[in-house]
């Protein structure tokens, strides 16, 4: 008994489709884990910045928001900010006022704003009294809390914020890849089986042949075959 085309083509049709089906679910929970991530990202930062603003530092940046900031002058202070890494400094800084711009870009920009100028006269003072950068950033979430700076410092649930979307990105595409190899290997060890079951028996040898077969058949090597 022998197993011909039509009787193994539905099965390997079978062991493809299955296959394919199965890489196809494995892709699509691939792709849902990327998107829960994706959108959970913003979700987390959106935590952090309700954390951060808890507490009596955290306050309403409004026009009457402006509180000073002073340090008592360092002994022998000499300033350790030049003018260029102050103006970056105080782009780092977020002006008090409803505009949202940094402090200066607004001073630069919006010369009807007064709380600008005033943060931008305790910059200097500070500078002035012997104080670094990091520190005068300090001494400005201080008194105003983490909504002062333009960006939020990259520590706790801050920085997972940041690492969240790029890990995200780096699982979803290394399981990608993965599912992407998987698939064509499975794609490559069904082929043969097509080819080999289609020319085959089940037993894995050539039918015998009845007797008058194999008669005609040495007829046929003698060349005696009737004509």
Same mark, same amino acid.
């Given at each position: ?105 607004? $001073? ?8 600008? !100028? #005033?943060?931008? @006269?305790?910059? /200097?003072?500070? &500078?002035? +009294? ?51 190899? $998987? ?8 082929? !043969? #089986?097509?080819? @080999?079951?289609? /020319?085959?028996? &089940?037993? +894995? ?23």
């Amino acid at each position: 008994m022998s197993l011909t085309d039509s009787s193994v083509d539905p099965i390997v049709d079978t062991i493809v489709v299955t296959t394919i089906d199965s890489t196809r679910r494995d892709l699509l929970r691939a792709g849902s884990f990327m998107a829960a991530c994706v959108v959970f990202a913003p979700l987390l930062r959106a935590q952090s910045a309700a954390a951060s603003a808890q507490g009596a530092a955290n306050i309403e940046m409004s026009a009457s928001a402006y509180k000073p900031v002073s340090l008592p002058r360092k002994p022998g202070a000499k300033p350790l900010v030049a003018q260029l890494d102050r103006d970056e400094l105080e782009r780092g800084l977020k002006c008090a006022c409803p505009c949202k711009l940094d402090v200066f870009t607004c $001073r630069t920009t919006d010369f009807a704003c007064g709380i600008s !100028p #005033a943060m931008h @006269s305790d910059v /200097v003072r500070l &500078i002035a +009294g012997g104080y670094s950068a990091d520190e005068i950033v300090a001494a400005f979430t201080t008194v105003y809390g983490e909504r002062v700076l333009m960006a939020p410092v990259k520590e706790g649930f801050n920085i997972a914020g940041y690492l969240v979307p790029f890990l995200t990105v780096g699982i979803g595409g290394t399981m990608l890849v993965s599912l992407l190899r $998987r698939w064509k290997r499975e794609t490559e060890r069904a082929t !043969p #089986a097509v080819v @080999s079951n289609s /020319v085959l028996p &089940i037993g +894995g040898s050539a039918p015998a042949g009845t007797d008058d077969e194999l008669r005609r058949l040495q007829a046929a090597i003698r060349g005696d075959a009737p004509r």
